[in-house]
């Protein structure tokens, strides 16, 4: 009789390298960072994509495309949560997506699971999203979560077009980045 729980396989170092890319294609909330910042309406999405914002107060000025919310700002969509201190959004002049900014102690930002991601859990204390560079900056403090493989540095940034990640420091004491894999999903052990 064979027994129902095999050891899985070490991760290669290919897997590691494939691991890296997921987690850095994580940052890719960018996409639906951009919704957001496109002004997208309840009433052009459908009731399951509509987006509610909360916050102590709101200024939006048309003329200069900006809307900033202050004091304990919450923004969430079925499929996506953001919090935070402070947000600004921002379009250019042709009213397209520029950019927005995430201010907390920590700001944070989730997006639920889908069939082919696991969910996603991201803070720092500054997180900007360019729009027209597609670059996720996450500063002070800065965490990605996915499933059981997590980030950590003082500074994250992700660039779309490229796919390519950057973790600067750490606001550890030994200053340096952190990255945990899970092989096949597992858990951590925990001490």
Do not use: C, W
Request: aromatic share 2%; glycine share 8%.
């Amino acid at each position: 009789m064979q027994s129902k729980h095999r050891k899985p396989p070490q991760t290669t170092s290919n897997q590691k390298l494939a691991i890296l890319r997921q987690l850095a294609a994580t940052l890719g909330v960018g996409a639906l960072m951009l919704a957001l910042v496109g002004g997208i309406s309840a009433s052009a999405q459908g009731a399951d994509d509509s987006i509610l914002i909360e916050a102590d107060t709101a200024e939006l000025d048309q003329v200069t495309g900006t809307g900033t919310y202050r004091g304990r700002v919450r923004i969430s969509r079925v499929d996506l949560k953001i919090a935070g201190e402070r947000v600004t959004i921002r379009q250019n002049e042709r009213g397209q997506p520029s950019s927005l900014t995430i201010e907390g102690n920590p700001a944070r930002f989730s997006q639920a699971a889908t069939a082919t991601q696991d969910a996603l859990e991201a803070s720092a204390q500054l997180v900007e999203y360019d729009a027209q560079q597609e670059i996720i900056t996450l500063t002070g403090n800065a965490q990605v979560i996915r499933g059981s493989d997590e980030i950590k540095a003082s500074e994250i940034r992700y660039d779309r077009r490229t796919g390519q990640l950057q973790a600067k420091g750490s606001d550890q004491p030994d200053g340096r980045v952190r990255i945990i894999f899970q092989a096949n999903g597992e858990q951590p052990d925990t001490p």
